[in-house]
């Protein structure tokens, strides 16, 4: 097991509150959790290390619920290894990452691959989803739900081309599936004919500006609705992934506990940062599926979060090449690195008066643990695994190349400053990341649930 750590004058944000306080991590775990002083008869066990906080947030580790580290098949882009260490330096603890690697995860053999992929070479704790296409239903059936996080499914295309298109097989997976079905929610048919009109309007040079009109927000509610209707229909646990429109908002709910929602939503934070207006300066570096909207649906997307109609908070972090990113529209992969930015730049909104860093904490920490039902996980609790985060919220630095983490080298938010830093990350107990530094003999764990 790791070394313990008494973690004291810490700043905690837990549960809906802020609070002075000190935690005291052993054998991996919290032990105790003390608001204020800690009693006047506790003694530091022996061998434990101190940290002194100096005031600055801790907050439970993020988990985010959302990443394309690109392993296997797609190494030349990113890997686990690589993305793990940018995740734990932005503070992110945990990760659940896609299916759309090399070959598609869409059978359990190849689904345990990446888990011992991960073994050996993930700093953060991890779980990966099983994909649906349109004949593996039995394969989905035989999915343990106390050790898989969820199914993925593509209701559009995307990187990786899993469409899962008809009817009768989305009926079996949504009647039939053990687990929690995440679903990619645009509407083939509808880009399909908007592409084809701007192929006719411009050749193969569409300018990336037209993203958002191709990947639509017809396209994106009608596929959502689908999803939801079929959810409905057989009583499914639904998560829409990354929404990115107003007018998704109409399907989620917020007058019941997350506990007890069936069917949820997630908004990432690309989603919450840019708008159309950007294409112009950042053009195709901006380029996500479903495309990033206008600036009405960014506004009413960060309203959805203060409301809890959007449940989660992710990054969809989707590494490419820079030199792939330049290519003319019809051939420029869709996605971008966010993993290692994403705590920071919600602290930002923060600064900004935003948004609170309580709510950041529920979006980013408590709420993916309680969504996907993760055990003993998202939370700064007597009993609980030890991944925490210390953040320096008065430590000015500016995103360049030099201090991108990522494999592919760039990111969206070049030449952006952000007021906070992560300082230290420990997973399972285990300081990780400290000032900078890597502990690459710590590697996370699987994932479990409550089922």
């Not at 952006?416 to 399972?428: A, E, I, L």
């Amino acid at each position: 097991m790791p070394e313990g750590y008494f973690i004291h004058n810490a700043l905690i944000v837990n549960e809906g509150k802020q609070f002075s306080g000190s935690v005291l991590i052993q054998d991996g775990l919290f032990k105790e959790v003390f608001a204020g002083l800690p009693p006047a008869d506790f003694i530091l066990p022996p061998g434990i290390n101190s940290v002194d906080a100096h005031n600055r947030y801790l907050f439970p580790g993020v988990i985010d619920a959302h990443v394309h580290f690109r392993e296997p098949g797609l190494t030349h882009k990113a890997d686990i290894n690589t993305e793990s260490r940018a995740a734990v330096a932005g503070g992110v603890t945990s990760y659940f990452e896609m299916p759309n690697t090399v070959p598609n995860a869409t059978t359990l053999d190849i689904l345990e691959e990446k888990f011992e992929i991960a073994r050996n070479k993930s700093l953060a704790n991890f779980s990966f989803f099983l994909g649906a296409t349109n004949d593996n239903i039995a394969e989905i059936e035989k999915a343990d739900p106390a050790r898989i996080c969820g199914l993925k499914v593509f209701m559009g295309a995307s990187t990786g081309n899993m469409l899962v298109d008809d009817v009768q097989a989305l009926e079996q997976i949504f009647s039939r599936s053990p687990l929690i079905i995440a679903v990619h929610a645009e509407e083939e048919s509808i880009i399909r004919h908007n592409l084809e009109d701007y192929l006719g309007k411009y050749g193969a040079q569409i300018p990336v500006s037209e993203h958002p009109l191709i990947r639509s927000e017809e396209a994106c509610f009608t596929s959502s609705g689908k999803a939801v209707e079929l959810a409905r229909k057989f009583n499914a646990r639904l998560h829409l992934t990354h929404v990115s429109t107003a007018r998704e908002l109409d399907l989620l709910r917020n007058d019941m506990p997350l506990k007890d929602k069936k069917i949820t939503g997630e908004v990432t934070v690309h989603h919450l940062w840019f708008d159309d207006r950007d294409y112009s300066d950042l053009g195709s570096r901006i380029k996500w599926n479903p495309a990033i909207k206008t600036a009405h649906d960014r506004e009413a997307l960060l309203q959805g979060v203060l409301d809890d109609r959007l449940d989660l908070i992710a990054t969809d972090h989707a590494p490419h090449l820079h030199h792939e990113k330049e290519h003319p529209y019809t051939s420029c992969p869709s996605g971008g690195p966010m993993i290692q930015h994403a705590l920071v730049a919600m602290l930002g909104f923060q600064q900004l008066g935003k948004i609170s860093v309580e709510k950041i904490i529920e979006k980013m920490c408590h709420a993916p643990a309680v969504r996907y039902r993760i055990q003993n996980r998202g939370f700064i609790r007597q009993g609980y695994f030890a991944d925490c985060v210390l953040v320096d919220s008065d430590d000015p630095w500016t995103v360049s190349k030099d201090n991108i983490l990522y494999k592919c080298g760039w990111s969206p938010m070049e030449g952006v400053t952000f007021k906070s830093r992560v300082t230290h990350t420990w997973v399972n107990g285990g300081l990780v990341f400290n000032e900078g530094k890597f502990n690459e003999n710590m590697k996370g764990f699987r994932l479990t649930f409550d089922y």
